[in-house]
């Protein structure tokens, strides 16, 4: 995440726009999600955050240190993928604890959201070891993949991991997306993270070791070529589902702060949620970039795989997270 304002999410090398615009947009996606029965849900969880991955091709890498005769995965095959995640199980455990979020009383807010906000604290940083580990998947294809596309594959994966810690080219060192965390949360409850009491984050917990289980494993997928492809399938579906989450997060709070964060004299720091928002597009963009940069077109199966578990995981979590709201 980088600029003078410390606003975007990402560098500005990353791509030619510095940000991808999330306006809310026309196109629907339906769901039957608990929550999306029971309750009303944000306007925005009902949109489609915009990805687009038209400008990205696949590299045509030349033959280097092995040889890149492997035809590599189509734009087209993976974002026939991305749609099975629009209709997926994660889409419905979002819309169904965002519902009981925005329809929070004041009451139930300050009684319920403790253990919530535990378990988003310990969720935020997870993510982190999991991306590594992705990035070591690809890392171990040397000597048995081609030195362009692993080297295009990893320039892809690093930039969102290298933003969660404030570093992007050109810029100041900035505050990680931890620091950012504490000072939404602080800003909204008027309480120090460090003072936070509430159970061990159990939900967060079991999906941190699911998915790193998932990973280093490589879907139970032999040879590192196989596993790598598998990582980055898994990748994708976790920077392409963020982008959903983020933006429904953000739309539910803004909810919350009209209904009473304001009249409890609460100055909300957005800034964690709005560069989320507005950024996570642009990593799922990334994601993309790096399956088709490296993904040889005969591990469609082993791509389909990972996203498929990854979307069953992550449902899974914020199912929980639903059901500690309801």
């Not at 991808?20 to 925005?44: E, H, Q, Y």
């Not at 080297?151 to 050109?170: F, H, K, T, V, W």
């Not at 494993?217 to 920077?239: C, D, H, M, P, R």
Request: glycine fraction near 6%; charge should be neutral; hydrophobic fraction near 35%.
């Amino acid at each position: 995440m980088c600029s003078a304002t410390h606003r975007p999410l990402s560098c500005p090398n990353m791509l030619q726009n510095t940000f991808l615009k999330l306006a809310r947009r026309a196109s629907t996606i339906t769901g039957t999600g608990r929550g999306f029965l029971r309750k009303s849900v944000p306007a925005a969880a009902t949109t489609k955050p915009k990805i687009d991955n038209s400008s990205f091709q696949p590299v045509e890498a030349k033959e280097t240190f092995t040889i890149a005769s492997e035809q590599l995965i189509s734009k087209q095959m993976v974002q026939l993928l991305e749609k099975e995640l629009d209709q997926g199980h994660s889409i419905d455990a979002l819309k169904s604890f965002n519902g009981a979020l925005s329809n929070l009383s004041k009451e139930e807010f300050g009684r319920k959201m403790g253990p919530v906000f535990a378990e988003m604290a310990h969720n935020l940083e997870s993510f982190n070891p999991v991306f590594t580990a992705c990035m070591l998947k690809v890392q171990m294809t040397l000597g048995q993949s081609d030195y362009e596309r692993r080297d295009e594959c990893l320039q892809s994966l690093i930039q969102p991991l290298g933003g969660e810690y404030g570093l992007c080219a050109g810029h100041p060192l900035l505050k990680t997306h931890r620091k950012l965390f504490l000072e939404w949360y602080q800003s909204t409850t008027g309480q120090p993270l460090s003072e936070l009491k509430a159970p061990e984050p159990k939900a967060s917990e079991q999906l941190f070791s699911k998915m790193m289980s998932d990973v280093t494993s490589g879907g139970g997928n032999e040879g590192v070529i196989a596993q790598a492809s598998y990582a980055l399938g898994y990748n994708l579906a976790v920077e392409y589902l963020a982008a959903y989450e983020k933006q429904w997060l953000l739309d539910s709070f803004r909810s919350l702060d009209e209904k009473f964060l304001k009249s409890q004299g609460r100055k909300v720091e957005w800034e964690f949620l709005e560069i989320h928002a507005e950024g996570e597009p642009e990593h799922a963009d990334l994601g993309h970039k790096a399956v088709t940069s490296f993904v040889p077109s005969h591990h469609q199966n082993i791509l389909g795989q990972a996203m498929r578990d990854h979307d069953k995981d992550f449902a899974k979590f914020y199912n929980k997270l639903a059901n500690m709201l309801s």
